[in-house]
Nanobody, 117 residues
Framework: VRLVESGGGLVQPGGSLKLSCAAS????????MSWYRQAPGKGRELVAR????????NYTDSVKGRFTISRNNAKNLVDLQMNSLKPEDTAVYFC???????????WGQGTQVTVSS
């Protein structure tokens, strides 16, 4: 199983970035997909999650109204559109897959997002 994130980088406060995660080696449509992030010196936190069908999403409070998670089950892709970025959004962002019928789960290698002027 591979989860490969892309789209990270340096952006100014108020800017936007779109992260993508390409999944392979798993039956993508059976997995909930999530984005987590980990800032320097802090623990890993859940940012957004989307269930296998895409019909339900949830977000941590600090990103509600600014971030949007979406998925394309035909292409095995999950995206995170991040708008109105703030310096406190700076972190390594990780893609995570969780099998909805069991305990299997997988992590990507992470992509750095830096929000700074």
């Amino acid at each position: 199983v591979r989860l490969v994130e892309s789209g990270g980088g340096l952006v100014q406060p108020g800017g936007s970035l779109k992260l993508s995660c390409a999944a392979s080696g798993l039956t993508f449509s059976l997995y909930s997909m999530s984005w987590y992030r980990q800032a320097p010196g802090k623990g890993r936190e859940l940012v957004a999650r989307i269930i296998s069908t895409g019909r339900s999403t949830n977000y941590t409070d600090s990103v509600k109204g600014r971030f949007t998670i979406s998925r394309n089950n035909a292409k095995n892709l999950v995206d995170l559109q991040m708008n109105s970025l703030k310096p406190e959004d700076t972190a390594v962002y990780f893609c995570h897959a969780s099998f909805e019928r069991g305990s299997l789960n997988y992590w990507g290698q992470g992509t750095q997002v830096t929000v700074s002027s």
